[in-house]
């Protein structure tokens, strides 16, 4: 079985604060993802990493896939009140394979 | 910007009754996929599509369920007789470049 966690579960900040949410598995994939989702809608993807070690960076937004591919964290600068929402690691095994989604990650920014 | 569609939005049935959760992929994409996701859980993968034949499925796919692709752009779920687990929103993806699905919107399914 190939299985996505994240930590933390929720996290409530003040606005202007950084945060990290990790993901973490036991399973080698070939790319990872991070998706946010909102109430009653369906995942968006942010981006997609596909090289061990590999960092990219979007505004306020940095993500970066482990080494060894099996882990990947999502580095959020300043965080916003629009930042607010529901984030979700995914994997891929191949290109084209389903998407396995990790449980989410509930952010909340206080203004 | 090019979107998946589905429809309808929110679908109310009774127990034992046939639902088909209709999903309108993006053109020229070529890899359909459906999805599920149970109020509170993540988002589990149904089963994909690929050349007019299921390339993968998950054990949740059972007997009950069934995909098909009766035109050039139409993408359907049909549940033949639902359970009140059913319940759920669902989730239509479709993807051109590697790695990069697109999904709708979804649609809720609520089984009474």
């Known amino acids: 079985t190939q299985l996505l966690e994240q930590s933390p579960q929720f996290l409530s900040i003040q606005e202007g604060e950084n945060l990290t949410v990790y993901c973490n598995s036991s399973s080698v994939f070939s790319s990872l993802q991070w998706y946010r989702q909102e109430p009653g809608e369906g995942p968006v993807l942010l981006v997609t990493?596909?090289?061990?070690?590999e960092v990219k960076k979007l505004k306020r937004l940095t993500f970066q896939f482990g080494d060894a591919r099996k882990d990947s964290s999502l580095h959020i600068t300043a965080a916003q009140p629009g930042d607010t929402g529901l984030y979700l690691c995914a994997g891929l095994k191949t290109s084209y394979d389903k998407v396995i989604f990790g449980p989410g990650t509930s952010l909340s920014v206080i203004p | 910007e090019p979107e998946v569609t589905q429809t309808p939005s929110h679908q109310v049935t009774q127990m034992g009754q046939e639902v088909i959760l209709h999903c309108v992929p993006i053109?020229?994409?070529?890899?359909f996929y459906w999805y599920r996701q149970i109020l509170g859980q993540k988002v589990e993968f149904l089963v994909s599509?690929?050349?007019?034949?299921?390339?993968?499925k998950s054990e949740i796919f059972d007997d009950q369920f069934s995909v098909e692709r009766p035109d050039g752009s139409n993408f359907t779920l049909k549940i033949r007789s639902t359970k009140l687990e059913d319940s759920a929103m669902y989730f239509c993806?479709?993807?051109?470049?590697?790695?990069?699905?697109?999904f709708g919107p979804g649609t809720r399914l609520t089984v009474t």
């Open positions: 993806a479709s993807i051109e470049t590697p790695y990069e699905q697109y």
């Open positions: 599509f690929y050349n007019n034949e299921i390339s993968e």
């Open positions: 990493v596909v090289t061990g070690g």
């Open positions: 053109s020229n994409h070529l890899y």
